[in-house]
């Protein structure tokens, strides 16, 4: 158990919209530093759980607290002080160039009519260096591959100086090669106190990534823990409905290794 006090704190939390309840009661704690990926079936609630910390669905019951703040009341510029979102497929519609998306990034301290002050270009700064941006920041960003701007909304994020992100699905669309960088991005990020709630559909990389893994399904907390003690074949073939096998990564056997067994073929092959 952390001794830190929690970064966030959610506490007999339920989820969901009118009519519908999406996740019951859970209650858990992030720590300062840690990743931890949020993972669990599609339409388990994921999104709705992450909606509902950053604000936009307000909690059916239950509280939020940010650093030992309660969330309650609490208006939007100063939640995102607090906490910088990251939707899923975030779209663009206006020909930004990367520098000037990551400085919207400030609009929670300064206010969207606000000048720029020296705090600002510091932290906008210290989030294009943070995230690599280097040659993109004059690009314009309806012209940036997938991965590009995921790192560019990253950066936005950063910018914000919020202690707690949530992300979700930030590498859905991605190929390995920038779906490592930006976990790899997310683990720098930690490194330095901050706290980040991930939702992720790849349960490998929540494996190899994450410090906690919080699994959802049927609308409970169905255990949170580290990767390997939750990545479980009894638990994830209960939440996921689905047969899958756990074995050890092969260049390092702590790390949980999720896979799918194939179907034996006639000619005795597997499929
Ligand atoms: N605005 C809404 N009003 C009513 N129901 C909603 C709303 N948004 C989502 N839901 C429902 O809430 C449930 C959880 O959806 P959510 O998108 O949170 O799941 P998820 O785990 O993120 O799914 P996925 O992995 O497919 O992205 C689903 O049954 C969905 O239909």
Known sequence: MNSSAPALEIRNLSVGYKNKTVLRDISFSLFP???V?????????????LKTIA?????????????????????KRARARKMAFLFQGASLSWPFTAEELIAQGR??????FGGEGPRDRRALETAMKESEIGDLA??????????????????RAIAQEADVFLLDEPVS?????????VMKLLRRLTGRDRTALVSLHDLNLAAQYADRVALIASGELLAIGPPAAVLREDLLERAFEFPVRVGA??????????YQPLAPARDGAAR
């Open 33 to 35: 530093g840690e990743l």
């Open 107 to 112: 609009f929670p301290h300064r206010g969207w």
């Open 138 to 155: 004059g690009r314009n960003t309806l012209e940036l591959s997938g991965g590009e701007l995921q790192r560019v909304l990253i950066a």
């Open 37 to 49: 990926a949020l993972v669990g079936p599609n339409g388990a609630g994921k999104t709705s759980l």
């Open 173 to 181: 669309h991605l190929d390995p090669r920038y779906e490592t960088a």
């Open 249 to 258: 990564h092969p260049d390092n056997a702590s790390v949980p290794l999720v």
């Open 55 to 75: 604000g936009f669905v307000a909690p059916l019951s239950g509280d939020i607290f940010v650093s030992g703040t309660s969330l309650e009341g609490m208006g």
